[in-house]
């Protein structure tokens, strides 16, 4: 088999250079008769996990575009996608990567993170070198050389030839079994290293408590650690938010107050006159002329939390309603979305781009189709802008249309309270989509789910983007 795979390889691809030799294996960089460039990897060993890669393409590993075994030569040989960018180890080395954008990056690589160990993998070589960011910020995490499968050995499986000293856990050297722990071991250390001796920000006790020598003192997934980053990133943002909506409503309060005041009369206007009793001064029964203080509130007037509207002030009113501040309201939830990093509602695709995408067949289309590669992904960021009700049960409804091929599905979140945020990660990576004869428009549409919400007051619409093939 392995003379059969040589020559094909011989044939498809011209070897340019070797990338990188070890007792592991040889990388080469190679092209293809089109001149697009891949890498061949003859890795000296077999067993490895890599036909689950080579299934669930995703932006944030290679795709695989080629797997082959030889057990009898003890060789695994792979082709697979070449990542342009520049790796961790080159930012940390040039200080090029600001610590601004530390939290950010750290949330892409957790959510690509969780794609893998939801496969059932633990990659257990974690580091600098093995994370490449690509030109739009993405991180794309390579060399799964030492991956295995989370569940497929036991603890006396584990060697001290796998990993790298420093970034690897110490069960990964003979004192334990390894699992998705170990990564987020391997995840602590390798961005700690960015964050420097002066550095008094709340990523340090995240990055701490992932790299603890103790792997129950760790966090116990990957979910566990975005939650922690949310609620940190999000933490001082929305308590700014807070203070300036009080501010506002105070501003609000008083201006009205200030409004509605009765005007101060000059002194002697307020001096008692003393008249002689006559029998016209006979007081009154008449109500209407009672003092208006004795007066019953108007129970059917619009009320926020129990004032009348109409005694509110424009920018009060225009501030209540646009946050929609009713006990027993939702309010509303906004979204925001990016496609492969880059906040859009539209994207458009040349034809020379999705030329060199996989290519397959479609039913009922007059033309061919073509399969999203690897590191397309949308990321829909969504808030509850509620300032009193959590969103208990959230669920986005996604439906992916591209004419010929409806697909829809639907995502549940973790609870989303009061003004906080989560992102949800849609991969595009593997949808079908056809091209060819003419150009084609791709609707992916998000739409929030709030069930049992009465009361709410305004419609909520979902949100979409846009994809557009076109030709010249």
């Not at 009348?308 to 009713?326: G, N, V, W």
């Not at 599905?409 to 973790?414: G, I, K, N, Q, V």
Request: glycine content about 6%; proline content about 6%; charged content about 25%.
């Amino acid at each position: 088999m392995h003379d059969i795979t040589q020559m094909f390889l011989d044939e498809e691809y011209n070897k340019v250079q070797v990338l990188k030799k070890s007792q592991k294996g040889t990388v080469w960089l190679v092209t293809d008769k089109d001149g697009d460039i891949f890498v061949i990897k003859e890795i000296l060993r077999t067993g490895l996990p890599l036909k689950l890669l080579k299934e669930h393409p995703s932006g944030f590993y290679p795709r695989i575009i080629y797997l082959a075994e030889d057990n009898a030569r003890n060789l695994t040989i792979v082709v697979e996608e070449y990542i342009n960018g520049k790796s961790l180890a080159d930012k940390l080395q040039h200080r090029d990567l600001k610590i601004d954008a530390l939290p950010d990056l750290l949330l892409k690589f957790c959510y690509g993170l969780k794609e893998i160990h939801t496969l059932g993998l633990v990659h257990r070589d974690i580091k600098p070198s093995n994370i490449i960011i690509r030109d739009d910020g993405s991180p794309v995490l390579i060399d799964f050389d030492a991956a295995r499968l989370n569940r497929s050995m036991d603890k006396t499986s584990d060697t001290v030839l796998l990993g790298t000293k420093g970034y690897a856990p110490p069960e990964q050297f003979g004192y334990a079994a390894t699992d998705k722990r170990s990564d987020i071991y391997a995840l602590g250390i390798t961005f700690e290293e960015f964050l420097g001796d002066d550095y008094k920000g709340y990523l340090r006790k995240i990055l701490k408590k992932c790299h603890a020598l103790d792997p129950d003192l760790r966090y116990q997934n990957v979910d566990d650690i975005l939650k922690a980053i949310k609620r940190y990133k999000w933490q001082k943002p929305i308590i700014m938010l807070l203070l300036a909506i009080v501010l506002l409503v105070c501003l609000a309060f008083g201006i009205s107050l200030q409004n509605t005041l009765p005007q101060e009369e000059p002194l002697q206007k307020n001096v008692p006159q003393v008249k002689e009793a006559t029998p016209e001064a006979t007081p009154s029964t008449d109500s209407s002329t009672s003092d208006t203080t004795t007066q019953q509130p108007d129970n059917t007037a619009a009320t926020f939390y129990g004032v009348d509207e109409s005694t509110l002030s424009p920018m009060q009113r225009e501030f209540l309603h646009k946050y929609q501040l009713q006990p027993g309201h939702f309010n509303f939830i906004e979204m925001e979305i990016s496609i492969n990093g880059n906040v859009a509602y539209s994207k458009n695709i040349h034809k020379n781009i999705y030329k060199n995408w996989e290519k397959t067949s479609l039913d009922n289309y007059p033309g061919y189709g073509v399969i999203f590669p690897a590191g397309w992904y949308i990321d829909v960021v969504i808030t509850n802008c509620s300032l009193t009700k959590t969103w208990d049960n959230p669920q986005i409804k996604i439906t992916y249309d591209s004419g010929d091929i409806k697909e829809t599905e639907t995502r549940s979140l973790s609870p989303l309270p009061p003004g906080e945020k989560t992102i949800l990660h849609y991969n595009l990576a593997g949808h079908k989509t056809g091209v060819g004869m003419y150009p084609m428009l791709v609707d992916v549409w998000f739409h929030h789910n709030v069930p049992e919400a009465p009361n709410i007051s305004q419609p909520m619409k979902g949100e979409s983007i846009r994809i557009n093939f076109y030709r010249d």
